[in-house]
């Protein structure tokens, strides 16, 4: 079994490092982190700072990598992955308890929370977090670097933008396209086509301001 380095020692680092040992993925967790001076956290090693992943990688201090960088700071959580992709592997978590069609397709550096469905010929790209029970039917696409709360519902052929926030419990129709740098609010219904990038709200959802997030 290998070690996971975690970028990012907070909440969500945390529920990771948790998924990772207890769902047996990995033998041992390491964190980075550029806003920390602990040393350890939750039990696990801080070995540092970001600058500090790749020098680290070199003297074989872990496997693989996984950025633990929640949906207040998606760009950076883009700009980390795009930082270190093809210099480290990244690696992935999907919880055993969700169910993977054999037909879906997963990309790196993607985590799948507890009680989660991807059906037939979803397409979730590279660093995407998926949040405990969310459904995505069949031929849905999620494109890299998209933060799933909880219990989003996604229905068929459904393709969603990179870098996009989907709120808790947040439902989106079949044959919608989200476009990118769009947050959607939580409990909001998405019945047609977003073509402008922004924070939308309601059911049917409706555009409220720009996206700070992103
Ligand atoms: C494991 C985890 O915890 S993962 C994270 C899960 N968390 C979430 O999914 C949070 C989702 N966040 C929300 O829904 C937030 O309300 C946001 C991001 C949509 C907006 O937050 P804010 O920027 O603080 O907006 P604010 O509260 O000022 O609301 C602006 C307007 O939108 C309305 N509004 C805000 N959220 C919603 C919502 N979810 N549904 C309907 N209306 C909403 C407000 O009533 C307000 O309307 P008004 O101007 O007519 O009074």
Redesign the pocket.
Known sequence: MKILAIIGSGELGQQIANFAINDNHYKEIVFFDDFTEEKVVNGYPVLGKSNQVKSEYEKDSFDELIIAIG?KHIAARKSFFERFKGIIPFGSVVHSTSHVDSTARLGEGIVVYPMCIIDANVDVKDNVLL?IGTSIAHDTVIQQHCFL??RVAIAGFVKVGECTIL??NCTIIDNVEIIKNT?I????VVIKDIVESG?Y??NPVRY?RANDSI
């Open positions: 949906y949040n709360s909880p709120g808790i947050q609010g939580a409990g909001a924070l709200v309601g409220i």
